[in-house]
């Protein structure tokens, strides 16, 4: 007879149900699939939403009028420009192209349609031009003729014609002198005046972007730091060959680079900016331990956000990052001149970050004019937490327009232009509020507050609100309101399913105790009635290190949340902390585990313990522990470097040794391998494999492409050398990082409960 793990959990009603944890390891093809990407037509007729229906998306939308619901298929949708006048559009596979709407009879028209990728649609100061990228080189369709005309504006080349050996050039030469078809050709094929040729000279070309005025191009290239890319095995095939594949490359201190050019239309060369004068921009990071001021003999590397043009001036703004990623500077870049001028500079000496300035260099934080453009907004920790100022160029000083304990997480223009719609999380931590910011004289003004977490899209009047709402027991759901203070809220989404809604899903506690160093540390405690009680603990490590789970709305980790629920009937208190490092508690909070990771991080896990046997009745020997990707990092620093803390851990995908995993994340917290190699060996599990005491479960994806393979298996060789004994390692064939297969999730969470069950229950 088939052994099926059946798990008890109490209904409201009458009698229990029993459910199979592979009914829960479905997801949402248990839970119900939510709702994505909300947005207003561009009459602001209509609310559209995406769905996964049958394994397929499906863009629907609600007629607020009709109260009517429509579906048709993603792919055609159209997606809108800032101005909401024209579109980009996929049509088929490889098949792109531009179309034009117009708001007022509702109604679009394709203008373009080519097999070539669109890309950096833009939209300048005159209605009748849509500018668009393509290959290397910027187009045009001007609108204001009897019908639509496409130019080309540039013709950039990699190639000079120096280039060309004469053996090339001489036979182009004679082909030219001897055939009239080929001059006959070119005629016919000319229907614009051919533009010189430009060199772009090294470096690849990322982007072309038109300045409102539509007389400068400023185009931005990348340097690759060529740094030799990975390699794991894919053994499961439909050929049933084993086949190798590449993935990002190690941490290095190889960094890329970045450059900005200015290229007049109609000129016949490119001014590059020389950012050598940047402040500091030679200054080396004092955990190299040279003296104070120390520079180094060339300039750092740089990343460079895109430019934001001003609407009325020939200027724009640049976000700029040191590849190091420890100071930023904010210039104002003068088209006509070709120059810039540097307005901010700011250093930190763990790494840049926060919401809405971004740790990632190539992704860009809050930077927008304010309508008059003497000032603009950014984002700054400088409080310490992320908050919003002004920037005013004229005076060159900055003004706070929102300050306390508490972080702004995204800001939206309002028809307004003194007023900002932003999401924050001013009551409480856990929370993703909605105000309306007035610039003019800083007053926030409340739209919603409640507990949990909204996510806001105005329609195009701005009478009526659309959002996503969740709370920490409530799927996302769809609702939309009148944007006035007597506001009726109407759900237009029910997406979670029968099978969901059957349980009494528990909307655990969000608390906060004070850790050892005196800080207060929030997490969610899942408390099983006290009859119920087993007296035995579980702590649960959130990934991605700075993320946040002990929130108050829906969490990403759904499985994981229903798996606590399992625990929870089975007798289990569980645990699930933001440990130092994690999202949404300020600057400190972020950079705790800077050059240490496993250390105040970990030592939160331990205080956690702590509390729960003194504060929930915990038994000291009966707390086990798990995670995935970071959590199954600090797991194994759990089990190694505290090895009698924990009875037992389970490590899912987990990181072993920080110096192969990738640049971006890992260089921003442990700096280099070849720079600080004190950080990555007392960050780095494998260094402590000796002192495993207590029962391991490793399980990990054979196709995982972020946190390779390659990490477990070093691992596990270190295990063996050592003769330890206490140690299992479940791999996962077809499996990458993220688990596709319910059939995959469900082996593993059998796994990890059976460890708990094995060594946490008397």
């Known amino acids: 007879m088939k052994k099926m793990l059946y798990l008890i959990f109490a209904l409201p009603l009458s009698f229990n149900a029993q459910i199979e944890l592979s009914e829960i390891m479905k997801g949402y093809d248990f839970i119900g699939s939510p709702p994505t990407n909300v ?7 209509q609310v559209c939403y995406d769905r996964s229906i049958n394994q397929e998306t499906k863009t629907i939308c609600f007629d607020l009028k009709s109260g009517l619901y429509d579906t048709i298929n993603t792919n055609e949708f159209y997606f809108f420009d800032e101005d909401q006048s024209a579109y980009q559009k996929q049509f088929e596979i490889r098949s792109e192209g531009i179309g034009y709407y117009n708001k007022i009879s509702d109604e679009g028209n394709i203008l373009y349609q080519t097999e070539e990728r669109i890309i950096n649609l833009q939209r300048v100061n005159d209605p009748n031009q849509i500018y668009f990228q393509k290959g290397k080189n910027l187009f045009v369709w001007d609108l204001s003729n009897k019908g639509p005309v496409l130019s080309q504006l540039t013709n950039f080349t990699d190639e000079k014609e120096s280039d060309k050996n004469q053996g090339e050039l001489h ?48 185009l931005r290239k990348y340097f690759s730091a060529e740094n030799e890319r990975t390699v794991y095995m894919d053994y499961v095939t439909s050929n049933g060959v084993a086949q190798s594949k590449h993935a990002r490359p190690k941490v290095s201190s190889k ?46 590397s740089l990343f460079i956000h895109p430019i934001v043009f001003g ?56 930077l927008d004019w304010v309508s008059n453009e003497t000032e603009f907004l950014f984002q700054s920790e400088r409080s310490g937490f992320s908050h919003l100022y002004a920037y005013n160029i004229e005076s060159g000083k900055v003004r706070a327009l929102t300050s306390g304990v508490y972080e702004v997480r995204e800001v939206q223009k309002a028809n307004d232009p003194s007023c900002f719609y932003i999401t924050c999380n001013k009551i409480h931590p856990g929370n993703r509020e909605i105000y309306k910011l007035n610039i003019d ?49 109407r759900q237009i989404t029910h997406c979670t399913s029968k099978s969901f809604e059957r349980f009494n899903w528990m909307v655990p506690d969000v608390k906060t105790f004070e850790a050892s160093d005196g800080e207060p540390i929030y997490l969610r405690v899942y408390k099983p009635d006290s009859i119920k009680s087993n007296n035995a603990a579980v702590l649960f490590v959130h990934g991605a290190g700075y993320l946040q789970n002990a929130h108050k709305f829906w969490s990403n980790y759904y499985r994981e949340y229903m798996f606590h629920n399992l625990l929870v009937a089975n007798g289990y208190t569980v645990m699930d902390v933001d440990y130092r490092g994690s999202d949404g508690y300020g600057r400190e909070h972020r950079t705790a585990i800077y050059r240490h990771m496993g250390g105040k991080d970990l030592q939160d896990y331990i205080d956690v313990k702590k509390f729960a ?62 720079t600080d190699s004190v950080a990555y060996r007392r960050s780095s599990p494998i260094y402590f494999a000796e002192n495993l005491e207590k029962p391991l479960l490793m399980l990990h994806g054979m196709v995982d492409d972020n946190v390779q393979f390659q990490d477990v298996v070093r691992l596990s060789q270190r295990f063996i050398e050592l003769g330890k004994k206490d140690w299992d390692l479940a791999v996962f064939p077809v499996e990458a990082h993220g688990f596709k297969k319910a059939s995959s999730w469900t082996d593993e969470y059998r796994r990890i409960f059976e460890l708990f069950e094995t060594h946490l229950k008397k």
Not at 39 to 45: I, L, V
Not at 466 to 488: D, G, L, M, T
């Open 441 to 489: 004289n800083g007053t926030l003004s409340e739209v919603f507050t409640r507990d949990g977490a909204f996510e806001l899209t105005v329609s195009p009047d701005e009478k009526h609100f659309a959002y996503r709402y969740s709370y920490i027991n409530k799927p996302w759901e769809v609702f939309i309101s009148k944007s006035s203070k007597k506001r009726f809220e």
């Open 39 to 45: 947005r207003w037509s561009a009459s602001g007729s």
């Open 255 to 300: 960094e890329p680079n970045q450059a900005i050019g200015i290229y007049k239309l109609g000129e016949d060369s490119i001014t590059w900016l020389d950012f050598s004068v940047l402040s500091d921009i030679r200054l080396k990071p004092k955990y190299l331990g040279d003296t104070v001021g120390a520079l180094y003999d060339e300039d750092r």
């Open 613 to 674: 046997i003194d504060s929930l009745g915990i038994e000291e020997q009966r707390v086990g522990i798990y995670g995935g990707s970071y959590g199954g990092f600090i797991t194994l620093m759990a089990l190694l470097t505290e090895p009698k803390a924990f009875a037992c851990g389970a490590a899912l995908r987990s990181v072993t040794d920080w110096a192969h995993y990738n640049h971006e994340y890992t260089s921003n917290i442990l700096n280099y391998p070849e």
């Open 171 to 218: 036979l182009e030469e004679q082909q030219k002198e001897l055939f009239e078809f080929f001059n006959e050709t070119k005629k016919e094929n000319d229907t614009q005046p051919e533009r010189k040729k430009i060199f772009l000279g090294k470096g690849d070309l990322q982007s072309l972007q038109v300045d409102p005025a539509a007389r400068s191009v400023v």
């Open 311 to 366: 609407r009325t001036k020939r200027e724009g703004l640049l976000d700029i990052r040191s590849a190091d990623n420890k100071d930023r500077w904010i210039v104002l870049v003068d088209l006509e001149a070709a120059s810039f001028r540097e307005l901010i500079h700011e250093h930190d000496e763990a790494w840049i970050g926060g919401p809405g300035i971004s740790s990632w260099n190539m992704v860009p934080g809050v």
